[in-house]
């Protein structure tokens, strides 16, 4: 059973394209994020939802837009994509909003995104 | 704002060595959380140990252990017995409280070699 998953793995695009990524969790847990890999493997937070609400915006371009349909699901929209874009996204998740306890994030198998 | 700083892009060792990953991070608060992630090349992101900042007493996993100084704000990571399997980059991460949600704040990486 995959905790964290996302679709597609893979993802080969123009320029100018508009792609989604979806990202699905079945631990029951009320927050998930997306996180940005860049070529030199340095990881950046994006987004992170709470029951469906945006809390965590890193100023990303509104060309990338989250939409959380339920809480077990994050999906990441971009528009016009750019070469730029060319990364590995990654969704994850964790059961506690507030920052306290023990409660780690896991993490899906990445996407990666190439914008030609 | 949290930063968090490895000053080794790359570290190797011998099959059956001990080595350690260095960690370094910056922060105001008092009480945290500080991860090490490892990502081999599949690129899935798995938590290796985790260290609450209110823990004086250094946690570990089996062959994984760390070396957490408060004051210096230091979290280094050892690997005893090194195994071919523990070829990986390794990823200190910080863990956030912002704006009701916690995110995680990641250092550049340490890709380990291990030499049979």
Known sequence: ?116 | AQTVTQSQPEMSVQEAETVTLSCTYDTSESDYYLFWYKQPPSRQMILVIRQEAYKQQNATENRFSVNFQKAAKSFSLKISDSQLGDAAMYFCAYRSYLQGAQKLVFGQGTRLTINP
């Open chain 1, 1 to 116: 059973d995959t905790a964290v998953s996302q679709t597609p793995k893979y993802l080969v695009t123009q320029m100018g394209n508009d792609k989604s990524i979806k990202c699905e969790q079945n631990l029951g847990h009320d927050t998930m994020y997306w996180y940005k890999q860049d070529s030199k493997k340095f990881l950046k937070i994006m987004f992170s939802y709470n029951n469906k609400e945006l809390i965590i915006n890193e100023t990303v371009p509104n060309r990338f837009s989250p939409k959380s349909p339920d809480k077990a699901h994050l999906n990441l929209h971009i528009n016009s994509l750019e070469l730029g874009d060319s990364a590995v996204y990654f969704c994850a998740s964790s059961q506690d909003r507030r920052g306290t306890g023990n409660y780690e994030q896991y993490f899906g198998p990445g996407t990666r995104l190439t914008v030609t």
